[in-house]
Structure formats: structure tokens, C-alpha cells
């Protein structure tokens, strides 16, 4: 049953299918304490979900930010 939504896009998905910024905290550049900023200034929280697509656009887009900006 799809009952989970993307905030970005709006698209329904699978509740397994989800996915969260949380995840950033993984990677080392741009570090996770930049990118909670990053997206706070863009409504974004740590528990907002997104379909796998979303997800891939704001760690691309969030990587080029994080070499032009500091926060």
C-alpha cells in the first residue's frame, strides 16, 4: 500500500521506500551539522520523507551548495 509522500514532489510511495535527510549523516562533505542548516533554511526537517527521486535531486543539489556557500 502506498500511504508514504514525498514532501517535494507530492508522490505517493511505499512506507519501506522512505527516505530522510537523516541519511546525510552518512556521508563526510558536506558535513551533516551544514546540511541540517542547508535545510532548515529550506523548510526542510529530519523527519520530512521523500521518494528516492527527491532524495537523489537534494543530495546533487546540497553537494553543489555546500562548495559554493557556507551556512
Partial sequence: MKN????????KFH????????QFQYRKIP???WSIKYFEKLGITEWD???EECMS???K????RSDK???
Fill in 4 to 11: 508514504a509522500q514525498c514532501k517535494k514532489c507530492l508522490k
Fill in 15 to 22: 512506507e519501506k521506500d522512505i527516505y530522510t535527510i537523516q
Fill in 31 to 33: 558535513a551533516y551539522d
Fill in 49 to 51: 520523507s521523500f521518494c
Fill in 57 to 59: 535531486f537534494y543530495a
Fill in 61 to 64: 543539489e546540497s553537494e553543489k
Fill in 69 to 71: 556557500s557556507k551556512i
